[in-house]
């Protein structure tokens, strides 16, 4: 059974920082692209960022240079890092995983994510 764990999400003031962490469990990590996705309240999910297998990365425009994704295979975790955040970085983020292979798409459950002050 395939599950993604997201945890990190909270409440923090602008300009604050936070980690995502996504473990998952039941897939051959080497083999998926990993993804951070957001949907802010009242629209639609967006990518955020993402990673492959071999480390490229890439980046939604309002994130570049603030938030930094990366992955430790020995954890079978994907982290996404968050820096100088903005009240419109609130929103539910969730992890995607997606197999090269099969291209099959796997869902975390989500975490929130508050940017106020």
């Known amino acids: 059974q395939v599950q993604l764990v997201e945890s990190g999400g909270g409440l923090v003031q602008p300009g604050g920082s936070l980690r995502l962490s996504c473990a998952a469990s039941?897939?051959?990590?080497?083999?998926?692209?990993m993804g951070w996705y957001r949907q802010p309240p009242g629209k639609q999910r967006e990518l955020v960022a993402a990673?492959?297998?071999?480390?490229?990365?890439d980046y939604t425009a309002s994130v570049k240079g603030r938030f930094t994704i990366s992955r430790d295979s020995a954890k079978n975790t994907v982290y996404l890092q968050m820096n100088s955040l903005k009240p419109e970085d609130t929103a539910v983020y969730y992890c995607?995983?997606?197999?090269?292979?099969?291209?099959?798409?796997?869902w975390g459950q989500g975490t929130q994510v508050t940017v106020s002050s």
């Open positions: 990673i492959t297998p071999a480390g490229t990365t």
């Open positions: 039941g897939i051959i990590f080497g083999i998926y692209d």
């Open positions: 995607k995983a997606r197999s090269t292979r099969s291209l099959t798409n796997y």
